[in-house]
């Protein structure tokens, strides 16, 4: 269904500090999650619904606790992954722009990150090359060969500047990210064979029956094994737990990295937007209109909806938001 952009934005927000969180931290959670929802992502607002995104009674300020002058681990001390992750991404800048890199990591967080595709972004429209993983305990994702889970959905993005809007990649290892598998859930619609298993291992097109099974890894053997290395670079290298689904401890990782340490920026992002031109200009085959590049996409979509002040919002998503904040 078709509802108002302001009002999408208005709900958001009330829904978030209906849950506990203070004004900057529903500011920020707001804004990752509206990133995606603005860019048909499935990264958005269905993280309020059911039981949502609660503020833990038990939650402390993020502290740093391990420092240098290009790298910061922070312990996330359960305040939201989402604000945690924004603080990593600012750090990390701070550190390229003055060092060349900036890597950041964190443990002791509990929650969805959101699309990772906003914590590059970010990174990129400072100029600089942009990477994030997040990694989590919560078994979601099978290895290539198996149907039982072990692997989160275990998510990665890249950031590149160009001379206009930057490249973003921001995916997911599984063959679906897990809040899809919700979504789809939520609008009593199957997914596409090939996704998951049921916990007993047999193939379903059933959303519910996949979460209490295993989703396939994406791209076989390859996907296993990118899932595989951000399992361990936002899990055991950042102090964060891999394989316990009682576990509060998920961690995620950042790299900001400043293109002057090789060559002039503006060098770089010339080279970089003439790459983009070359792949675009590439033959294209029956049916294809255009060729896209990663977050082009998104970025259409969202200039659309600004453009028309109107977004689409399936139905029942829609109508558990309003029923969050009317109880609230």
């Known amino acids: 269904m078709q509802i108002k952009l302001s009002d ?6 009330s829904v978030i500090k209906s849950y506990g969180y203070g004004d900057t931290e529903s500011e920020v959670i707001k804004d990752i999650l509206l990133y995606a929802q603005l860019r048909g992502n499935n990264q958005g607002i269905v993280k309020l619904i059911d039981a949502g995104i609660p503020k833990r009674l038990d939650s402390l300020a993020p502290v740093i606790e391990k420092e240098s002058a290009v ?3 922070v312990k996330g001390n359960r305040t939201h992954s989402m604000v945690v992750m924004n603080l990593l991404t600012e750090l990390a800048i701070k550190k390229a722009l003055t060092s060349g890199i900036g890597i950041t990591g ?15 972004e970010k990174i990129a429209k400072e100029g600089l090359i942009g990477i994030a993983f997040a990694s989590a305990p919560f078994q979601t994702t099978a290895p290539y060969g198996s149907n039982e889970a072990r692997y989160c959905t275990n998510p990665m993005a ?13 995916m997911s290892t599984s063959a679906m990210a897990y809040y899809g598998l919700i ?10 064979q090939g996704i998951g298993y049921d916990k007993e291992g047999n193939e379903t097109t059933n959303p519910a029956e996949i979460m209490a099974g295993a989703i396939r890894s994406f791209g076989g053997h390859k996907g296993a094994g990118l899932a595989l290395v951000v399992q361990i670079l936002a899990g055991a290298f950042v102090k964060a ?40 200009s590439a033959r294209k085959i029956a049916g294809v209109e255009e060729i896209y590049v990663p977050g082009e996409r998104g970025n259409r979509f969202k200039n659309a909806v600004e453009k028309t002040g109107m977004i689409e919002v399936e139905e029942n998503l829609w109508k558990q938001l309003l029923e969050k904040v009317s109880t609230n």
Do not use: C, M, W
Not at 253 to 280: C, G, H
């Open 106 to 120: 964190n443990y002791d967080t509990d929650e969805s990150t959101g699309a990772l595709g906003y914590y590059v």
């Open 183 to 192: 979504e789809a859930k939520t609008a009593g619609r199957s997914v596409s």
């Open 241 to 280: 737990d891999s394989f316990n689904n009682d576990s509060v401890n998920a961690g995620n990782l950042i790299f900001a990295i400043n293109p002057e340490i090789f060559l002039n920026k503006s060098d770089f992002t010339q080279n970089v937007s003439d790459i983009v031109v070359k792949v675009k």
């Open 8 to 13: 999408l934005i208005t709900t958001t927000l």
């Open 158 to 170: 890249y950031g590149i500047p160009t001379q206009t809007n930057p490249i973003i990649l921001d």
């Open 71 to 73: 790298s910061a681990l």
